[in-house]
């Protein structure tokens, strides 16, 4: 039971290192195929699960869930831009690839810290790219729908590792992940932008959820 517990983690492994190449609907897809083949293997054994694997599973299951849905209807809207640009859109640039790519090789995981980081980063990648203008009533709408889906998962990701906050340490994260988002929103940056740290972030929190999966099960 542990050596095929072992094989899905492996499996696992190789899709979160595609992902560092690549965040893209059919990248993200291969990978939730994996997550859910491990969740009906987990139900016909339930020997094979604990508390924590399950855990780790339904959020990285959730998480890739509305990665997919993100990232297909980018790729819906690009469908007639051209080619070069829409590679623009999904490959990863230095500053990500190093991110993801960190996340998968650490020892332990320090999600927090890995998180509140990463929002100065994005801003940073925000600031190094620039988008041809789509439609902006499309783009907008997809990013006032998925950034508030990642407001959520932010403060999970928060919650899941650092139990018994203080009222104050509580106010301290509200701050910070509210002052992200006010900068994202500010009146100079445009759409596209927004919508291409949104996909950053999607990469990362998806990372991070595959790695503490990747922990739970020894992996």
Known sequence: MAGERDAFAKDLRGKAQALTVRFDDA???ALRSDLLALDAYLRGNPKAETPRVRHALDRAADLAGAAHTFTSE??????????????????????????????LTADKITAPRIVMSALSEGLMFLAS????AGSREVIEGLYRQHAAAMYRELW???TDHRKGLTA????????????FFA?????GVTPEMR???????YALLLMLRLSELLEALGG
């Open 74 to 103: 980018l790729h819906g809207f690009l469908g007639q831009k051209e080619k070069s640009e829409h590679a623009s859109w999904f490959d990863l640039g230095s500053v990500g690839i190093l991110a993801l790519e960190n996340v």
């Open 129 to 132: 790219r620039q988008y041809v």
């Open 156 to 158: 999970a990701l928060a």
């Open 27 to 29: 990248t993200v897809w």
């Open 195 to 201: 919508i291409a740290v949104l996909r950053q972030f």
């Open 168 to 179: 104050k340490e509580v106010r301290g994260v509200q701050a910070a992940i509210d002052a």
């Open 183 to 187: 900068k994202l929103d500010a009146p």
